[in-house]
């Protein structure tokens, strides 16, 4: 079956980095648009970085210049390397898989920026 599995949250200073990564499994990874999303206590979850599965990325606004998402077809995964985090990216970061209608979510892992 499909599956989206998230690691590599964590508590970090301001200023600290993190990478996140997102194995999937059951499906062909490859020709998947996939995205990172995420949502902090009390908001709606947003979208973060998205890579095509020609490899095009886009990324929202407050994220440009310090996030960096890519993918490795060879290991089925997706990365987001956060660097310069701020307390204000504190949030549940979620992986998605997407192709036309068909979307699958992973469970996400929670990101915590605080000194």
């Known amino acids: 079956q499909v599956q989206l599995v998230e690691s590599g949250g964590g508590l970090v200073q301001p200023g600290g980095s993190l990478r996140l990564s997102c194995a999937a499994s059951?499906?062909?990874?490859?020709?998947?648009?996939m995205s990172w999303y995420r949502q902090a206590p009390g908001k709606e979850r947003e979208l973060v970085a998205s890579i095509t599965a020609t490899a095009s990325t886009n990324y929202k606004d407050s994220v440009k210049g310090r996030f960096t998402i890519s993918r490795d077809n060879a290991k089925n995964t997706v990365y987001l390397q956060m660097n310069s985090l701020k307390p204000e990216d504190t949030a549940v970061y979620y992986c998605?898989?997407?192709?036309?209608?068909?979307?699958?979510w992973g469970k996400g892992t929670l990101v915590t920026v605080s000194s």
């Open positions: 998605k898989a997407s192709r036309t209608s068909v979307a699958h």
């Open positions: 059951g499906f062909t990874f490859s020709s998947y648009a």
